[in-house]
Nanobody, 118 residues
């Protein structure tokens, strides 16, 4: 069983930065396609950033140019660097791993809260 644990959330002022981390247990991290999602209060969960096997990251239009997803397979960790944060970025952020050799089995973390406020 794979466990994903997010960290790095918190309170930040508008224009500030945070780096979220998502650490995976087990030895299959290199087989996981990693995504970051977020869910704001009263809204549906949305895909923020994706890092597929070809390494070509993609982003939601609302965060493109401000957020960057990366991974370190040696540390079993995926990151989300968030710059230029705005109040509308306030949400719970979740990482998801999809195992492409296990019938696209999905694993979710428990989430980390990001609040952007002055």
């Amino acid at each position: 069983q794979v466990q994903l644990v997010e960290s790095g959330g918190g309170l930040v002022q508008p224009g500030g930065s945070l780096r979220l981390s998502c650490a995976a247990s087990g030895s299959i991290f290199s087989f996981l396609i990693m995504d970051w999602y977020r869910q704001a209060p009263g809204k549906q969960r949305e895909l923020v950033a994706s890092l597929p096997r070809d390494g070509r990251s993609t982003y939601a239009g609302s965060v493109k140019g401000r957020f960057a997803i990366s991974r370190d397979n040696a540390k079993n960790t995926v990151y989300l660097q968030m710059n230029g944060l705005q109040p509308e970025d306030t949400a719970d952020y979740y990482c998801k791993g999809t195992h492409y050799l296990r019938n696209w089995e999905e694993y979710w973390g428990q989430g980390t809260q990001v609040t952007v406020s002055s």
